[in-house]
């Protein structure tokens, strides 16, 4: 293949070479390849590359970045659901915080986005085809754009990054690859496809991935819009998986500047928020100088908003770096009000007393203090009085229908007052899940249904009453 000379104006032409003939549109500081053909995968697809604003007019070689969902990384005018990749490195590089960088973004497949973007299958949602997807990068992309672009080959100097399932096959073509990536970008990573399957393989990989440079982050408000999985552990599985690789890498050995680890408190899964933090990674993966460790300032974050006695959650620490990073710190130990620790290298914190609880840290010079308001109640849980006046002389309460799904159990209600001119009051107190809504009956001691009623559990404390002997 010969090699391709670019220049700065917009034209368009074909090149053949790579399976069938391909056509090349550059724009500026772009060049379009369309139809760009795999064998491996069997199919067309469009790349698009971003050049430094000098390219044209140096002879210099470049470090690269291999990016997933190449149709969402850069500024569009007519869409802001984009991460701004261009515009992101253009203002760092104005900054003078980064080295010029190259990126190659690579457009998923739509429908066939799932199957490319995952390692193996999982549970019903299919998928499987990523080291397939990972030779085709390697071994058709990446010598295409060596072949035709001045980017730098050593492996320090490329990098592989996505983000939701693309920042899942990211990860693994890095594990499969170390030695064409020195740099893995995974933004908010889809780690709960195949729950611990993939902390499994990154054990198995971990010698190599101690030589690599690794950026993960997560937001904590992409647990709403994401898929979850049972796993028994009462979290999200986006910040439970996230957060145990992080742990497995840390405890390992990697730490910063090789390791870059941030939680988002109000990270929801979308490019507006990527946009946001991906300025993290360049400057991790591209800084001009020696990264520092030293702190501007820390803030402690804790999720969720609402609490009460007994309920547990999670506390992290975020730090400014003297370069701009943002970093998160776990495994502290935070001195504690009317709260406790309950795992340490988790950051999960356990509300012990009502009031007013406080969580101070330190971490060099640097201190940090938060309150947390907590009422006598669980803000989990909510707790539903019921209280009933009947005539009769006892009553139940029979759940036939939890959240739509069919039951069958019985609460019997307790007699407190049988001097009530209105007849005997009976009453109980129900605890589940906010958001709860039972369908019960209201049965006399024959077992004769005396009202339907609906119970919704949406805030902390509910009281309902039922009159029965108003007919």
Same mark, same amino acid.
Not at 359 to 369: E, F, H, P, T, Y
């Given at each position: 293949?010969?090699?391709?000379?670019?220049?700065?104006?917009?034209?368009?032409?074909?090149?053949?070479?790579?399976?069938?003939?391909?056509?090349?549109?550059?724009?500026?500081?772009?060049?379009?390849?369309?139809?760009?053909?795999?064998?491996?995968?069997?199919?067309?697809?469009?790349?698009?590359?971003?050049?430094?604003?000098?390219?044209?007019?140096?002879?210099?070689?470049?470090?690269?970045?291999?990016?997933?969902?190449?149709? +969402?990384? &850069?500024?569009?005018?007519?869409?802001?659901?984009?991460?701004?990749?261009?515009?992101?490195?253009?203002?760092?590089?104005?900054?003078?915080?980064?080295?010029?960088?190259?990126?190659?973004?690579?457009?998923?497949?739509?429908?066939?986005?799932?199957?490319?973007?995952?390692?193996?299958?999982?549970?019903?949602?299919?998928?499987?085809?990523?080291?397939?997807?990972?030779?085709?990068?390697?071994?058709? #992309?990446?010598?295409?754009?060596?072949?035709?672009?001045?980017?730098?080959?050593?492996?320090?100097?490329?990098?592989?990054?996505?983000?939701?399932?693309?920042?899942?096959?990211?990860?693994?073509?890095?594990? =499969?690859?170390?030695?064409?990536?020195?740099?893995i970008g995974s933004v908010s990573p889809s780690y709960w496809w195949g729950l611990d399957k993939n902390l499994a393989e990154?054990?198995?990989?971990?010698?190599?991935?101690?030589?690599?440079?690794?950026?993960?982050?997560?937001g904590y408000r992409e647990q709403s819009t994401m898929f979850k999985e049972k796993n028994g552990r009462g979290v999200s599985?986006?910040?439970?998986?996230?957060?145990?690789? &992080?742990?497995?890498?840390?405890?390992?050995?990697?730490?910063?500047?090789?390791?870059?680890?941030?939680?988002?408190?109000?990270?929801?899964?979308?490019?507006?928020? =990527?946009?946001?933090?991906?300025?993290?990674?360049?400057?991790?993966?591209?800084?001009?100088?020696?990264?520092?460790?030293?702190?501007?300032?820390?803030?402690?974050?804790?999720?969720?908003?609402?609490?009460?006695?007994?309920?547990?959650?999670?506390?992290?620490?975020?730090?400014?770096?003297?370069?701009?990073?943002?970093?998160? &710190?776990?495994?502290?130990?935070?001195?504690?009000?009317?709260?406790?620790?309950?795992?340490?290298?988790?950051?999960?914190?356990?509300?012990?007393?009502?009031?007013?609880?406080?969580?101070?840290?330190?971490?060099g010079k640097l201190q940090a203090k938060k309150e947390i308001k907590i009422e006598p109640i669980s803000s989990i849980y909510?707790?539903?009085?019921?209280?009933?006046?009947?005539?009769?002389?006892?009553?139940?309460?029979?759940?036939?229908?939890?959240?739509?799904?069919?039951? +069958?159990?019985?609460?019997?209600?307790?007699? #407190?007052?049988?001097?009530?001119?209105?007849?005997?009051?009976?009453?109980?107190?129900?605890?589940?899940?906010?958001?709860?809504?039972?369908?019960?009956?209201?049965?006399?001691?024959?077992? +004769?249904?005396?009202?339907?009623?609906?119970?919704?559990?949406?805030?902390?404390?509910?009281?309902?009453?039922?009159?029965?002997?108003?007919?």
């Amino acid at each position: 293949m010969k090699k391709i000379i670019f220049s700065a104006f917009a034209f368009l032409f074909i090149v053949s070479g790579v399976g069938n003939a391909m056509k090349m549109i550059t724009n500026k500081n772009f060049v379009i390849i369309q139809d760009f053909e795999s064998k491996i995968l069997t199919n067309k697809r469009t790349i698009r590359v971003y050049l430094p604003k000098n390219y044209f007019n140096s002879s210099e070689y470049y470090p690269v970045i291999y990016a997933q969902d190449g149709q +969402n990384l &850069f500024f569009d005018p007519n869409n802001k659901m984009k991460w701004d990749l261009d515009k992101n490195i253009e203002k760092l590089r104005k900054e003078d915080k980064i080295k010029d960088v190259i990126v190659v973004g690579i457009d998923h497949m739509g429908v066939q986005r799932i199957t490319e973007y995952t390692p193996f299958p999982f549970s019903s949602y299919g998928g499987g085809k990523g080291k397939l997807y990972g030779e085709f990068l390697v071994k058709e #992309v990446k010598p295409f754009i060596e072949a035709n672009f001045r980017v730098k080959t050593n492996r320090e100097d490329v990098a592989v990054m996505g983000s939701s399932l693309g920042g899942l096959i990211s990860l693994y073509i890095g594990m =499969w690859y170390p030695e064409q990536f020195g740099i893995i970008g995974s933004v908010s990573p889809s780690y709960w496809w195949g729950l611990d399957k993939n902390l499994a393989e990154a054990s198995n990989n971990i010698k190599s991935l101690k030589t690599q440079k690794i950026y993960i982050d997560m937001g904590y408000r992409e647990q709403s819009t994401m898929f979850k999985e049972k796993n028994g552990r009462g979290v999200s599985n986006v910040i439970y998986t996230t957060k145990e690789m &992080f742990l497995l890498l840390q405890k390992n050995g990697m730490d910063y500047p090789n390791l870059l680890y941030i939680e988002d408190l109000a990270g929801e899964h979308n490019e507006l928020i =990527w946009k946001e933090r991906i300025t993290n990674f360049l400057i991790f993966a591209f800084s001009k100088k020696k990264l520092s460790s030293e702190l501007k300032n820390i803030e402690i974050y804790y999720y969720p908003n609402e609490w009460g006695i007994g309920d547990m959650g999670y506390l992290f620490v975020n730090g400014v770096t003297e370069d701009g990073i943002t970093r998160t &710190f776990l495994g502290l130990t935070p001195e504690l009000e009317k709260l406790k620790l309950f795992d340490k290298d988790r950051g999960i914190i356990q509300a012990t007393d009502s009031g007013t609880g406080t969580i101070s840290v330190k971490i060099g010079k640097l201190q940090a203090k938060k309150e947390i308001k907590i009422e006598p109640i669980s803000s989990i849980y909510c707790v539903a009085e019921i209280n009933v006046v009947s005539p009769t002389k006892s009553v139940q309460l029979v759940v036939t229908n939890q959240d739509k799904m069919k039951t +069958n159990y019985v609460v019997p209600l307790l007699l #407190v007052d049988s001097t009530n001119e209105s007849g005997n009051v009976f009453s109980t107190k129900i605890t589940n899940l906010r958001g709860t809504i039972i369908d019960a009956d209201i049965v006399d001691e024959n077992g +004769n249904v005396l009202k339907s009623v609906k119970l919704i559990m949406n805030s902390m404390y509910k009281k309902y009453t039922f009159n029965l002997t108003n007919k």
